[in-house]
């Protein structure tokens, strides 16, 4: 459970904030970064959001593992624009007779992605470090996200970890009996994984259901009720926000 906690149980000036005035925030500068052409705001944003990450006092792998598959995708779209895209060759060389070219043009490309995409993730990662998920829920609520969507996200959110608890609960029976020592029999070993976590799964949902409308649960879950605004926290949203598109114009 603890590879998936997206708060850390640490008082800092972000955790005390309203969670509606972060969502705001991080949707408006979210949008700054996808829209921008160049390399320059998505890396300060990035930046920024490694700072404010180090300011939390994230551990470290917590930190590494959250930012490990943005990195992976980040890696794949500079490979294949340096060599599959553009026009301006940066290099060639003969390999098993083939002439592989990198274009300087192609890496510019994926250069501007990588940044949005690393501007982007970071955006998302201060949310979700600072913010615990029942207080998004009820800010997206607020924000009239369909009740639907937020109901299901939320039920989703409390039983992965009960899935992850099984599934690594039959992992570790799996391994130690040596179910994993050779190809065969760890894909073998996997197929049973996952089916029995699929099982689970509907033997879960089952039994919630019927939990819950027998508790009397009519459709409506409750989330938590929303406090008035504060003025400050609003006007110092609002200077990050100008501040920030005044970068952004640059």
Avoid at 9 to 36: C, G, N, P, Q, W
Avoid at 112 to 119: F, S
Wanted: charged residues 20%.
């Amino acid at each position: 459970m603890e590879i998936f906690t997206e708060q850390i149980r640490k008082e800092h000036f972000l955790s005390r904030t309203d969670a509606r005035v972060k969502i705001i925030s991080s949707l408006m500068i979210l949008v700054m970064v996808l829209s921008y052409r160049g390399i320059f705001f998505p890396f300060f944003v990035f930046v920024s959001g490694m700072g404010l990450c180090y300011k939390m006092k994230i551990p470290l792998k917590r930190f590494l593992l959250r930012f490990s598959e943005p990195l992976f995708i980040v890696s794949v779209v500079l490979i294949l624009k340096l060599f599959f895209s553009g026009k301006e060759t940066l290099f060639s060389f003969a390999w098993f007779g083939i002439t592989v070219i990198g274009h300087s043009d192609g890496l510019m490309e994926g250069i501007r992605i990588a940044c949005r995409i690393m501007g982007a993730v970071s955006i998302v990662a201060v949310l979700g470090f600072s913010t615990p998920f029942n207080e998004i829920m009820a800010g997206l609520s607020w924000m009239r996200v369909p009740r639907s969507f937020v109901e299901i996200s939320m039920f989703a959110y409390r039983y992965i970890f009960l899935l992850f608890e099984d599934g690594m609960v039959i992992y570790n029976a799996q391994k130690n009996r040596l179910g994993y020592t050779k190809i065969r029999r760890g894909l073998n070993s996997f197929g049973v994984l996952a089916g029995s976590l699929t099982l689970k799964a509907f033997d879960n949902s089952h039994n919630t259901t019927v939990a819950m409308v027998q508790r009397g649960y009519d459709g409506t879950m409750p989330l938590l009720k929303q406090k008035p605004f504060r003025l400050a926290e609003v006007s110092l949203s609002v200077l990050v926000i100008a501040v920030m598109g005044i970068i952004w114009t640059r």
